[in-house]
């Protein structure tokens, strides 16, 4: 017989243990703990982690947040990025040693009509990373292999960890509002997400004005091609846009109904409110009239599909974005979601394990 293979004999050590950040229970910190390293199923593949961003999501999730409430115990995490270590039975879609991204669309059915139709992020079958199926807040990930992105060569993982959900869903979110050339597009929030939305309407051909409470933020804005910025503490943004002639576009990426309410009175006849951001409060009040007579859209945008995020790797490949990030250890968990919640970070957290 053969000498198994260092990967056969990866596979048949199967209770080797990692390290994750895990919620156990919504009221309590997360819990840095030894546990199993998960063995790759069926269609599935096993990622060492490389690099994590953290999302306000993860935050939402920890606390229980939303009307969906994850099971504990599970990992948050859908900004991993790491290199394939071993392969399920029947993955053939990416190999061992390929760098891969893990989204927050872990799964979906494919034959749905979302999935066929190029909506799999609509998809009713579908699991979340982080969320229903375990996350990037660990050392190794079993994730599925259909759904997983590949990294292209030359992005640094520390860059592409946020792309992955940050950057999908600002790139999706411009999409969506439909931004052309000579648009006025109102970013409402400038942080993990918003510095890229920044960057992607302006690849899109728009004139940005973005919108936040704090100084600091609003000169990265400016860095990263934002025309105007409005301090929301000092300033009224519905005024300051309107007087710019209102936003064809505005989206609304702060975790604050009011703002979302702010984002809609910017607009100008005929604009589009893009929801982007999922407020634990989950109501905004919105006028009917107004909404019919000045002809406005108001569209829901979640995450991106595969393509969306090929595309902006693709784009960040090609220098045409940048990743604002710092790096904290993945045991500086609990201490990193403080700083994000005080506002303290100015846009985006990277663990590495
Ligand atoms: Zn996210
Ligand atoms: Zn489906």
């Keep these: 017989m ?10 048949s050590t199967a209770v080797e243990t990692m390290t994750a950040a895990v919620v156990r229970d919504f009221e309590q910190p997360l819990a840095v703990e030894e546990v199993l390293r998960p063995v790759p199923a069926e269609g599935q593949v096993l990622v060492r982690i490389e690099a994590a961003g953290l999302c306000h999501t993860d935050i939402h999730a920890a606390h229980g ?4 409430r994850p099971i504990p115990p599970f990992t948050p ?3 991993g990025v790491g290199i394939v270590t071993e392969l399920g039975p029947g993955v053939t879609e990416v190999a061992v ?24 992020t609509l998809c009713l079958e579908q699991k979340n990373t982080g969320y229903s199926i375990d996350g990037g807040f660990a050392e190794y990930v079993a994730a ?6 590949r990294v292209p060569l030359g992005i640094d993982p520390l860059d592409a960890a946020p792309l992955t959900c940050a950057g999908v869903t600002t790139y999706k979110a411009v999409k969506v509002a439909g931004t052309k050339p000579s648009d006025l597009v109102a970013v409402f929030g400038v942080g993990g997400l918003g510095h890229l939305a920044i960057q992607y309407a302006v690849v899109a051909g728009g004139t940005v004005v973005a919108v936040d409470l704090f100084d600091e933020k609003l000169e990265l804005a400016h860095e990263l091609g934002a025309t105007h910025t409005v301090n929301a503490r000092r300033a009224d943004p519905i005024e300051a846009i309107q007087a710019l002639g209102g936003a ?5 990426l702060a975790v604050s109904p009011a703002s979302f309410e702010q984002a809609y009175r910017s607009l100008r006849r ?19 009239f107004e909404t019919v007579l000045n002809g406005i859209t108001v569209v829901g945008s979640i995450v991106g599909t595969r393509n969306d995020l090929r595309e902006v790797f693709e784009l960040h490949a090609q220098g045409r974005t940048r990743v604002i990030r710092e790096t904290r250890p993945l045991a500086d968990v609990n201490e990193a979601i ?3 919640e005080a506002g303290r970070v100015a846009a985006r957290i990277v663990f590495t394990p």
Aim: charged share 20%; proline share 7%.
């Design 77 to 79: 995490g859908h900004e």
């Design 338 to 340: 403080a700083d994000v």
């Design 270 to 288: 005929g604009g589009t409110l893009v929801f982007v951001a999922l407020p634990k409060e989950n109501h905004v009040e919105l006028p009917i």
């Design 97 to 120: 040693g390929d760098r891969v991204a893990i989204p927050w669309l872990g799964y979906a059915c494919g034959t749905c009509e979302h999935c066929v139709g190029g909506w799999e």
């Design 248 to 252: 064809d576009q505005a989206i609304a």
């Design 2 to 11: 053969a000498t198994p293979t260092l990967l056969e004999r990866g596979r």
């Design 144 to 149: 599925y292999a259909r759904y997983v992105v």
């Design 65 to 68: 947040d939303w009307p969906v």
